[in-house]
């Protein structure tokens, strides 16, 4: 029996508390996985909020088919020794059904094809709670999103009329057809995230390190050179250089920035020097400065 | 680190996003990219200063009419502490967006225009401060560069506000009044050039001091159950861990507490944060509690110690703060969620209008309208272990929401 006095840091117990919410509002529940760092702290903020008992909501996986091996591999193995439940929906399934198109070009990337694949995938399981990893530091328009965001079934976001949420307390009552998009670690931000997968020694994809990488640079941003998925010019010369990714999204959607930030001690102070936001290094935000504020309406995540 | 929460409060055109996009700027909180990105909209737009507003109004409507319409949160850090500041919108009728934005916060700065003064909207603002009981208030007397930096003008405004506080209920609040100017930088992070007769702190410092607690010092025991644990494996056959979050004093191992409603006793057997016990648990921490005896404990629930118990009652009376465009009115039915527990709720009595002007209040009124603040008695469908919002915040405050379209429809203050 330890002597000690526990004080749960404000941002891990919110985040807690918004994990055994979900739990008790809803039926079916899902944790939405990518394999990136917020994910992967979401799932141990999950197995902190219900131990001894395993996670009670499955994990699931839209994958693009852009995805980092690394992330897959990673992904494949915390499930195992998690013991629960991972679901995969592809969207190439839905690039090879015709139901959705896909894009081609230099700028080309299946990031907006998620949107399908994820809403098909809640309408088969019949999923009325899905809990995700977006922090409203990341984006001006999530900086605007509830913790519960109330969703209809076309997974639509309106954002005029948002629920007040007030003190901790967290209104799941929804029509049915409704779901809610959960956020838990909404009030972190990428220094806090990487702080905590520090302290908690949070094992993380490989690609969040530097590493050496093959890569081509387009518009000032660092790229991976896998012709396969993503487009290149010919003059676009390949270069080996030491880079790590700051997020991991797709491939085809995801620059690299150059560091050699080898561990987790070395990356967290890299950001807590860094001059570029974390989304700075996302094309798919760039389109317009509505870019993510339009996706969100339409269902994304 | 420590986390400051503030909610912001002005008019429009007082400088409120300025002013936020000021403090990102002067604490080097804006990354390149996003600082490229103001200053090329505001060359775009054809300003010849940068418009620190682009900062954080997020959503398209708001950039085209140029004022903030939601709760934006915003983020940032200096060396002493993080803030999460809730962007709250000044207009009338966004009186609910305000008082949400407030409601987690620890801290306040309600902005006022250095040339109109104090307007309706001032009073409302720091109305709303007082009803939730925030207990830093800083007065940000604004654009200061406009008035001369005149000394004179500042000492008026602080008269009028010393003025409202003086009628105010809750004299525990701290008052601080700084002269600044957003768009010039004077007194948010450096010190103002200009004002030599303020001897105060700029913003930045006086934020810094701040004490970034939740829940009173000397809150009572509470706990209520979100969720019952039990594994049902091999190992923790028995296992049956009470999850929730402590929304007030400390508990210990060993502990004598009583389970509420139902007032049935038990002590506290451990005290489990993810694979680790501990002996003694404080208040904030979302932890599990397992009991010495095998009691009925469900979600919704509460434990106390056995000498600190609330009030559990089937009625309450409340300040109610209305956020629906179809108006309260006496005898209708909500759900009523109470912290994590749920019941249903009758208006019995709607008794008043509550001016936020400070002018008094209107008696039975027929209803109360989005925006308004009024008190009104509930029946309940469940007793509910409650305190005075004056008492605990967390245990304090309820919401209500409308059975037909599942929204929340009113924050209420318990008496």
Redesign the interface.
């Known amino acids: 029996m330890s002597q000690e006095t526990i004080q749960v840091a404000a941002l891990e117990s919110e985040a807690i508390f918004i994990f055994r919410e979900v739990v008790a509002q809803f039926e079916k529940p899902v944790l939405l996985f990518s394999g990136g760092k917020d994910s992967i702290t979401l799932v141990r903020l999950a197995q902190k909020a219900f131990y001894p008992a395993k996670i009670p909501f499955p994990l699931m996986h839209i994958d693009t088919g852009h995805n980092f091996p690394e992330t897959i591999e990673f992904r494949d193995r915390l499930v195992k020794e998690l013991g629960v439940e991972l679901i995969v929906r592809n969207v190439q399934d839905n690039i090879d059904s015709g139901r959705v198109k896909e894009e081609t070009g230099r700028y080309a990337s299946r990031n907006m094809l998620q949107t399908e694949t994820l809403l098909d995938a809640i309408e088969e399981f019949g999923f009325d709670a899905c809990i995700g990893g977006a922090r409203r530091d990341e984006e001006k328009a999530r900086a605007k999103e509830r913790i519960f965001s109330v969703r209809d079934d076309f997974g639509q976001w309106d954002e005029k009329n948002q629920r007040p949420e007030v003190f901790d307390m967290l209104n799941g009552r929804i029509d049915l057809g409704q779901n809610v998009r959960v956020f838990p670690i909404s009030n972190w931000t990428e220094l806090d995230v990487w702080s905590y997968i520090e302290q908690e020694e949070i094992e993380i994809p490989s690609i969040y390190f530097a590493h050496k990488r093959k890569t081509f640079v387009r518009d000032g941003m660092i790229w991976s050179a896998d012709d396969e998925v993503v487009y290149r010019d010919k003059e676009e010369e390949v270069v080996e250089r030491m880079v790590r990714f700051r997020t991991v999204g797709d491939m085809s959607c995801t620059a690299a920035v150059l560091s050699d930030a080898v561990d987790i001690v070395k990356v967290v102070e890299e950001i807590r020097d860094s001059s570029i936001s974390e989304r700075g290094a996302r094309i798919d935000d760039k389109r317009s400065e509505a870019a993510m504020e339009k996706r969100k309406q339409q269902g994304y995540f | 680190m ?2 400051l929460k503030i909610a912001t409060a002005g008019s429009v055109d007082d400088g409120k996003s300025t002013l936020i996009g000021r403090i990102l700027y002067d604490t080097k909180s804006l ?4 600082l490229e ?1 103001i200053e090329e ?1 505001s060359r775009q737009r054809g300003f010849d200063y940068l418009d620190f507003s682009l900062a ?6 708001e ?1 085209e009419q140029g004022i903030t ?7 940032f ?1 200096t060396r002493k502490k ?1 803030f ?1 500041i809730a962007d709250t919108p000044g207009h009338i009728e966004y009186t ?2 305000m ?2 934005g407030a ?2 916060a620890q801290a306040s700065i309600v902005l006022i225009d250095a040339r109109n003064g104090v307007v309706e909207q001032t009073y409302r603002h720091f109305f709303i401060n007082n009803l939730l009981r925030i207990k830093d208030v800083v007065i940000a007397v604004n654009k200061m560069d406009l008035v001369d930096f005149s000394e004179e003008k500042f000492n008026v405004i602080k008269g009028e506000i010393e003025y409202l506080a003086s009628k105010s209920e809750y004299k525990n609040q701290n008052l601080t009044f700084i002269p600044l100017s957003a768009l010039k930088g004077d007194n948010v992070v450096d010190k103002s050039e200009n004002m030599d007769w303020y001897q105060g702190e700029t913003l930045m410092h006086h934020l810094e001091r701040l004490d ?1 607690d ?1 829940i009173n010092d000397d809150s009572q025991t509470r706990f209520p159950v ?2 019952v ?5 091999e ?2 056959h028995d ?1 049956r ?1 009470y ?3 402590i929304y007030g004093g ?1 508990f210990e ?1 060993g502990d004598e507490v009583a389970v509420l409603p139902s007032l049935t006793k038990s002590k506290i057997k451990s ?12 208040r ?5 509690i397992t009991l010495e005896d095998n009691v009925n404990v469900s ?1 919704g629930d509460m434990l106390v110690k056995v000498d600190e118990q609330p009030t559990i009652a089937k009625q309450l009376e409340a300040t109610i703060c209305w ?1 629906d465009k179809e108006p309260l009115q006496a005898l209708q039915k909500y ?1 009523i ?1 109470h ?2 527990n749920d019941a249903q709720a009758k208006i019995t009595q709607l008794n008043s209008i509550i001016k936020t002007d400070f002018s008094g209040i209107e008696e039975n009124p027929s209803e109360l309208e989005l925006n308004q603040i009024g008190d009104i008695q509930l029946k309940l469908s469940k007793p509910l272990a409650f305190d005075a919002y004056k008492d605990n ?2 245990n304090g ?3 209500l ?1 409308n059975p037909k379209t ?3 429809v009113g ?1 209420g203050f318990i008496k």
């Not at chain 2, 319409?69 to 983020?75: F, R, T």
């Open positions: 420590k986390v990354t390149d990219d996003k990105a909209k954080t109004d997020g959503l398209v409507a950039r319409i939601d709760v934006a949160h915003i983020y850090s993080s999460i609910r967006n008082v949400t409601s987690t970034s939740d979100q969720t644990i039990r594994p049902k494996t190992e923790y296992y861990g999850a929730g979050k400390d191992v005290i489990n944060f993810f694979d680790k016990e501990f002996q003694k648990a404080k904030g921490s979302s932890v599990t979600r956020m759900y969620k912290g994590v915040k967390s405050s309820f919401i929401v599942n929204n929340t924050v």
